[in-house]
């Protein structure tokens, strides 16, 4: 190791959108955090378009405002069959958690907003142009050294290493941590392209086993198509100005569209075997690479960071144990995989084999969605896996209620006592809270207990129910029913995580116990969830 020796708490390296959302969660809790990137700036190219109603809370937590960056709205996803027809059909209207269900986007944006959000952190440094040669986890920190553009070599200390260098991933391969799963021997031409006339508004999958065909509109006057490659067929040959026009043919003519983007992908299904070791963590593609067919693949990173930056921050500040760290894995692992194992389905419902392949399939789903309950499962995305987690930390206990430990508690409007509207997650905070439901939870709580709770940052917050008003500055009327009644009666409360996720709940009465437990669990930690 050479050169000059910084010391941060955290050093990210990856500066994409999830490393930078990482960083300004980092940056709210105040964490000394480096971010680098070996690229100058950001690539102009973009990747992932495609963004649900979780990822948007994810962004709402990062601090990051509604009108950061643009994005249109998408009523439907449909997936069509050149001998079946409409075969399947996705209902993206409306909103989940105060979001809409599904946004397309336009990434260069999406980073911009996300880098001048981490810039207005004190605590957060970005070193571009700058790359990791290689590391040594010390037991009680990493010792890594970089090297700018320019040649010179320099040396950071950090408390934790993350690798969020995508599917590539340098630091990935330094913890000897390999990838398992496939490679889809199908490549696939991106074409991006802008000012195309019409009024299409939606996403559809052209399910065609002769070329299998996903298209979908974006923000700035965007649309995007991509086609698989046939046997044969070349990358330069795709990329040809006269094989884009060809295949476009069907809806616009390339003489009178600016195409702004053309390139040939390979898609991955493949996850590690472990998230993370010793003090180097794995977030968003180093850690786990989806099939594109459900948009999940950056969706899937945002939860990473969320769920690792409120954890890193309260063991840095030694708010917790050291050993909640462990939980990143048990609890993120297996539901990105289920993601992938979702995408993995979709794929072969948009690359069938043969005709004969698209009839069968293809047709056993339109006839599968002939029957209500069916329909409104597929239609009503109920095949998509929930990001609640069977293990992990929280206190395990049988459901009693609308709220479910290890799940995200709702997110709904909400007045405060000045009548200032906002959603509920804004009124949570970024630390632990105790929620009371129609009741000051915190009155239940001893003395010791309430020090020992703020002590490791947990506040209070009371939710009313809709028409009684919210007179206290902690209190919160509820302007809809995702809060109260539908989550909570009155006379519950829960301990909400940082992540939204409960850790614990009960009776507003048994406040105490369930805030002393919750303690424990947090700063007396074992990698396994405890039972009630």
């Known amino acids: 190791m050479h050169g000059t020796i910084e010391s941060v708490d955290v050093l990210v390296v990856g500066y994409g959108p999830v490393g930078a959302a990482l ?7 105040g964490v000394s955090t480096l971010v680098i990137d070996k690229a100058a700036d950001i690539l102009m190219s973009p990747r992932a378009i495609a963004l649900d109603n979780e990822a948007l809370r994810i962004l709402q937590a990062t601090g990051l405002a509604e009108d950061a960056f643009d994005r249109i709205v998408i009523p439907q996803v449909r997936m069509l069959c050149p001998h079946v027809g409409l075969f399947g059909r996705v209902n993206t209207r409306g909103d989940i958690d105060g979001h809409p269900k599904l946004v397309t986007f336009y990434q260069p ?41 320019g040649g010179r070599e320099r040396t950071v200390r950090a408390r934790y290493l993350i690798g969020a260098d995508g599917a590539g991933s340098q630091v990935r ?42 298209h979908m509109v974006a923000p700035g006057g965007r649309t995007r198509w991509e086609f698989m490659l046939r046997p044969g067929e070349t990358r330069e040959q795709m990329e040809r100005d006269d094989t884009i026009k060809s295949l476009l043919s069907q809806w616009a003519n390339t003489d009178d569209i600016r195409i702004e983007r053309k390139a040939v992908y390979r898609f991955h299904a493949r996850c590690c075997e472990r998230f993370s070791r010793g003090r180097v963590f794995l977030i968003g593609d180093a850690a786990h690479v989806t099939p594109p067919f459900v948009g999940q693949g950056l969706v899937a990173g945002l939860r990473d960071a969320m769920n690792l930056a409120w954890k890193l921050a309260s063991v840095i500040d030694g708010r917790a144990a050291p050993a909640i760290l462990d939980s990143y894995d048990i609890e993120r692992r297996p539901h990105a995989a289920k993601m992938i194992r ?21 047709g056993s789903m339109a006839a599968l969605r002939l029957l209500p309950a069916l329909r409104r499962h597929f239609d009503e995305l109920g095949v998509k896996p929930k990001n609640e987690f069977p ?8 459901r009693r209620g609308g709220l479910k430990r290890g799940a995200q508690i709702p997110q709904g409007l909400v007045r405060g006592s000045d009548g200032t509207v906002l959603l509920s997650d804004d009124a949570l905070g970024s630390g632990l809270v105790l929620v009371g439901f129609g009741v000051d939870a915190s009155a239940h709580l001893a003395p010791a207990t309430r020090q020992a709770w703020s002590a490791i940052g947990g506040s209070s917050l009371q939710l009313r129910a809709y028409g009684t008003g919210a007179s206290a500055s902690e209190a919160y009327e509820c302007l809809d029913i995702q809060l109260m009644p539908r989550a909570a009666a009155t006379g519950w409360c829960a301990v909400v995580r940082p992540d939204r996720t409960v850790l614990h709940d009960g009776p507003a009465s048994e406040a ?3 805030v002393r437990a919750s303690i424990d669990l947090l700063t007396r930690h074992e990698p396994r969830s405890r039972a009630a």
């Open 23 to 29: 960083a300004a969660l980092l940056g709210r809790y």
């Open 109 to 149: 944006d999406l980073e911009r907003a996300l880098r001048a959000l981490v810039a207005s952190h004190a605590s957060v440094r970005a070193w571009l142009a700058t790359e990791m040669i290689g590391f040594v986890d010390e037991g009680d920190c990493v010792t890594v050294a970089l090297r700018e553009s």
């Open 173 to 214: 391969k330094a913890i000897g941590q390999g990838f398992t799963g496939r490679t889809y021997a199908e490549d696939w031409l991106i074409v991006d392209a802008r000012n195309v006339p019409g009024d299409f508004d939606h996403v559809e999958f052209i399910c065609d086993s002769q070329r299998p065909t996903p």
């Open 342 to 362: 979702l995408a993995k389905f979709m794929g072969k419902l948009v690359m069938p084999r043969n005709k004969l392949m698209a009839i069968l399939v293809h």
């Open 391 to 398: 293990d992990g930390l929280f206190v395990r206990g049988r």
């Open 512 to 514: 105490d116990r369930l």
